[in-house]
């Protein structure tokens, strides 16, 4: 195999060993997950936005975003309240105990990789985008050929 491949594959195992270690962080001094920790930072910049709102800012799927929004209503961090103009709407609010989450928890609120990856020049950031989307569709190519296969060529 060539050796480019491996440093390549090295540089991914820094960046996911970098990004675990921030997430262990975020758990061990808040009792939060990090994706969990992002909403409430992003609940306490706009008190009453929505779940769509949020899935959006963070580019995660409305109904991840719904799941992360009542785990963190489950341990009373987060409320919903419906919007006053609107009754159909919900607008999300944090509780008193959420203030107490951000206080302890390590930056960046967003998370490492969100954090390096804003701190990237733009070409650079659309040179990355570009050949990580040709990662992508290799795997997404193996993925589909792997389902197309019989089980019994398994």
């Given at each position: 195999m060539d050796t480019m491949p491996l440093v390549v594959l090295k540089q991914f195992r820094v960046i996911y060993g970098s990004v675990r270690q921030h997430f262990?962080?975020?758990?061990?001094?808040?009792g939060v997950s990090g994706s969990q920790l992002w909403l409430i930072h992003e609940i306490a910049r706009t008190p009453g936005c929505g779940v769509s709102e949020l899935a959006s800012r963070l580019s995660i799927h409305q109904s991840t975003c719904?799941?992360?929004?009542e785990k963190l209503i489950a341990k009373g961090l987060v409320s919903k309240v419906r919007k006053p103009d609107d009754q159909r709407r919900v607008g999300l609010h944090l509780q008193d105990e959420a203030a107490r989450v951000?206080?302890?928890?390590p930056g960046p609120?967003?998370?490492?990789?969100?954090?390096?990856?804003?701190g990237l020049p733009s070409e650079v950031l659309a040179q990355l985008h570009q050949n990580l989307a040709q990662v992508v569709a290799n795997l997404t190519d193996r993925d589909e050929q792997s389902a197309e296969r019989p089980l019994s060529d398994l």
């Open positions: 262990r962080d975020v758990e061990q001094r808040c719904s799941q992360l929004v951000l206080a302890l928890a609120f967003e998370g490492v990789l969100p954090q390096a990856l804003q």
